[in-house]
């Protein structure tokens, strides 16, 4: 199985970087879409295993849910697709390496935001609401409480929960730029993005497909959604923005940045 090393990882991170910021605005559009799709459709199958499990199985449920939720990222890296978290960390490098202008950065950011949100709420309304996947029992509740402790949360709680989500989430993603082959780019996926789910943290995109689909089904309002949004965007930047990206650069890429 090839591998690449952390300098060449970091390299091909600012490359990937360059290419999202410089993609066509239509091109973005629907990767963003299809990005927002498929983090939905892999929360929909972690509702769907998960709430009917006995609940004396206490956290393996949650253990359980989380070993299939990964199927989101993995379709995105694999198939195609663009995704706000992974890009926080990825057009990130590649502005500290001055490759993108912070301009870029900004307008990737705005319209990847826009088109996940809006796949996101594809699969919510049209699967969730429309077909029902999320409103019958027992998936209804399990959508509801999953969205109720989404919103419990404090400002500061899931502006910290978020920041954990996406160190993980953009390690993730970084991980896929060493390995060579497919197999080598799942298993990469696979780890960080169970662990983010099990232990419970909060992830932009995903809170796009699972607060919406308990709004269809006639619990909370929009405003709760967007008091959720800001905190947890934010920390998704921080945690993708200096947690992977600026931590990594300062390691190896900044060093041969000030000796060019």
């Not at 319209?111 to 049209?126: D, L, P, R």
């Amino acid at each position: 199985m090839a591998f690449n090393n952390h300098l060449q990882i970091a390299e091909k991170a600012v490359e990937a970087g360059v290419t999202k910021a410089s993609l066509p605005l239509l091109s973005m559009l629907v990767l963003g879409f299809l990005g927002g799709a498929y983090i939905s459709l892999g929360y929909l199958l972690d509702i769907r295993v998960v709430a009917g499990l006995p609940e004396e199985w206490g956290t393996l449920s949650s253990l359980i849910g989380a070993a299939v939720f990964p199927l989101g990222l993995v379709l995105i890296i694999v198939g195609g697709g663009e995704l706000l978290t992974g890009n926080m960390m990825a057009v990130s490098i590649a502005a500290l390496h001055k490759h993108v202008s912070v301009s870029k950065l900004i307008n990737n950011w705005f319209w990847i935001t826009i088109a996940n949100f809006v796949g996101a709420i594809f699969i919510a309304y049209f699967f969730g609401h429309i077909v029902g996947l999320t409103e019958a029992e027992p998936y209804l509740h399990k959508t509801v409480a999953t969205a109720q402790a989404k919103l419990d949360s404090t400002f500061l709680q899931s502006l910290v929960s978020a920041i954990g989500c996406n160190w993980l989430v953009g390690l993730a993603v970084w991980m896929t730029y060493g390995a060579e082959d497919i197999g080598g780019k799942i298993l990469a996926i696979f780890f960080p993005i169970m662990g983010f789910v099990a232990i419970g943290f909060q992830h932009v995109v995903a809170n796009m497909f699972i607060i919406p689909a308990a709004i269809f089904a006639g619990h909370f309002t929009w405003m709760d959604f967007l008091e959720n949004f800001v905190p947890v965007f934010i920390g998704n930047a921080i945690g993708g923005t200096i947690f992977v990206s600026m931590l990594y650069w300062i390691s190896y890429l900044k060093p041969t940045h000030n000796k060019q």
